[in-house]
């Protein structure tokens, strides 16, 4: 075991020889106040090691090989806090600055680390003071430093809304009572957050212009940082890595961020707006007594009627009437008058003249593409017919497939068009019905006749 004073007698020893193992010679004034510790005594706060940039496997390795050569030239620096967890709480010395050097120090078994302790207030406070240490790192570009200082206005943002209402605290409490306030005593490295908090610009709801104070803070232009920010959130992986090693612009990477940006806005531009189309009277008048139709939906119901009987044996000859009032709600006084969006019609086919049994086919009109969406409002009519259609206008047929599909509907589709050509797009399912509900529409049928 290594004993500490005769550790700490030898390296004062090399500190007057000039030959210090603990740090180079520029950076003397960082060792004011040093102690030294054992590199397990240090507590890693994931949040805190996620705040600074990851080492490659190369820059660790050589890490390693100049700690064994030279030991832990600068000084870790932590802060002595109560960490709180599901363990219950403690007190720890969580690790600000030096991350690196303490995991390579423990992964090589050190003994003794010089360390060197922080005061601060607030987690939040040793977050902004972490984020503003990396922006003093030698040979960092503007890149690292906006990244760096976006991070950095996040925690000045919370820092800013805090400060408001401590002010808006302190003025009820000024108006109630005079306080006399007594001096406290602050670290240094607290004194100068503090500064920084000042400097901020609050506006009156306690917020930042996060993309001015990080051009602030990163000495850059604002539109250097908003630009930044844009390829930070919307860039790929590999372009915003580009960016961060240098070898890709950040105003070049934003430039091929808005071109695709554009190229997504034109193609959504250039989709097919939802198309509402009325079927004139017309259309609907031939559809209705269109004889092909009828003969087809006459014979699909032999079909699955008489299934032993092949398609082409059945003795089909149709006959059909509407028993609603469909046809005299769009021809009046033999004149066509304006159609309704949603109506709906059902006739009564007689397939033939044996068949007693008469086949009930129901029709729904649907002229808009948002009817199309409330298609399940049908499952009750649709069930009193053997055979049920919806009918649209041509250019309403994939939305029309596509919402019976999900809706789950045991309907069929007939599509019309101004020519008028009439075709059966999906076929419709067959529903057997009871004796009750075929007698009750026999009545409708002949009442209607009269």
Known sequence: MLNLDKFKKKEEEKLKEGKTSLREKESQEKLTNVDYKS??????????????????EDEARNFEESIKAEGVREPILYWTHTLRDNTGARVVHTVVDGHHRCEAAIKLGLEYIPCKELKFSTHNDVRIWMLRNQLGRRNIGDAEKIRIALQLT????????????????GFNAAADKKVEAKPVEVSEEQNELDDLKKSLNIDPKGRINRAEEAAKIAGVSTKNVTKMKKVIEKGPADMLNAVMDGYLSIHKAWTELRAVELEEKKKRSRKPKKVDKDLTPKQVQALLNNAVLVEKVSRVALAFRYPDTSFEEQNVNPSHQHYNDFTIRFVENNAEVKQSKFADVVQVVKPND???SPLVVGYQIVSTFDDLQNLNSLIDLSASCHKFYIVVDDSLLEEAKRQVEKQKLKVGIITTN???????????HYIVLNEH??????REAFFRSL
């Open 354 to 356: 044996s068949e007693l």
């Open 39 to 56: 590199p397990g005594a240090f507590h890693i706060e994931p949040e805190y090691r996620e705040l600074i940039r990851k080492q490659t």
């Open 437 to 442: 509900q075929e007698l009750q529409i026999l």
């Open 418 to 428: 101004p020519s008028p050509q009439v075709e059966v797009a999906l076929e419709s």
């Open 154 to 169: 996040e925690f000045l943002g919370i820092e800013a809304k805090e400060r408001k209402k401590r002010q808006v605290q």
